[in-house]
């Protein structure tokens, strides 16, 4: 079965500076995607940015990236110049590519932005 | 488009109550989850439909759940004799499949309908 892991429940950053949320997951398939989604207070989840584990370059959305290390199996998400709206729940997520497509989730991690 | 809609946002019941939760998807998918979210916890999957069938069920979903996309439109999830355990926030998300181009499997997520049982 695949695994996804958070250890870190929460994490805080200085507004403006950079933060770095770590996910790693486990998973024998060879083809796949992994995800981070935002969630923040009381309100709906949104995909922050995507992941296809056949590309080597890590993906890239704006102020946030990952560094996709395909071997160790670990998905980081960079998040850049941090603003106090990306003070949110942030879940890194694994889902088979193909016909079965549901997403596994890790605990999240609360990130909280200092103004 | 207003994204994927779930109604009714919060829900109070007694427990051994049956309640009914709704999910619209974004018009064009085809394909519709749902998940179940504990405080602090990541959401966990339940079912997922594409089109009108239902293609998988987690061991999470006992008898006591049904869920229903009858037109391949919106879809219902029924909990029948509510337990204080079903207490949670169950969310619904829509992706668009075609087969021959492959899956980007893009979830998107309804605000979700948070469920107290009393």
């Known amino acids: 079965a695949q695994t996804v892991t958070q250890s870190q429940p929460e994490m805080s950053v200085q507004e403006a500076e950079t933060v770095t949320l770590s996910c790693t997951y486990d998973?024998?398939?060879?083809?796949?995607?992994l995800f981070w989604y935002k969630q923040p207070p009381s309100r709906q989840m949104i995909l922050v940015i995507r992941?296809?584990?056949?590309?080597?370059q890590n993906a890239t959305e704006n102020r946030f990236s990952v560094n996709f290390q395909k071997a160790a199996k670990s998905f980081s998400l960079k998040i850049s110049d941090s603003q106090l709206g990306d003070a949110a729940m942030y879940f890194c997520?694994?889902?088979?590519?193909?016909?079965?497509?549901?997403?596994?989730f890790g605990k999240g991690i609360t990130l909280s932005v200092r103004p | 488009d207003t994204g994927v809609s779930q109604n009714p946002r919060h829900k109070i019941t007694k427990r051994g109550q049956n309640v009914t939760f709704r999910c619209d998807p974004i018009?064009?998918?085809?394909?519709l989850y749902w998940y179940r979210q504990t405080l602090g916890q990541g959401p966990e999957f339940l079912t997922y439909?594409?089109?009108?069938?239902?293609?998988?069920k987690s061991r999470l979903l006992s008898d006591r759940f049904s869920a229903e996309r009858p037109k391949g439109s919106f879809s219902t999830l029924e909990i029948q004799r509510t337990e204080q355990g079903d207490s949670a926030m169950y969310l619904c998300?829509?992706?668009?499949?075609?087969?021959?181009?492959?899956?980007?499997?893009?979830?998107?997520f309804g605000a979700g309908t948070r469920l107290s049982v009393l």
């Open positions: 439909f594409q089109n009108e069938a239902q293609l998988e």
């Open positions: 998300a829509s992706s668009f499949h075609k087969q021959e181009q492959g899956s980007k499997n893009i979830q998107y």
């Open positions: 998973t024998s398939e060879s083809d796949y995607y």
């Open positions: 992941q296809e584990a056949y590309k080597q």
């Open positions: 997520a694994y889902s088979r590519a193909g016909a079965n497509s549901k997403l596994t």
């Open positions: 018009s064009e998918h085809n394909r």
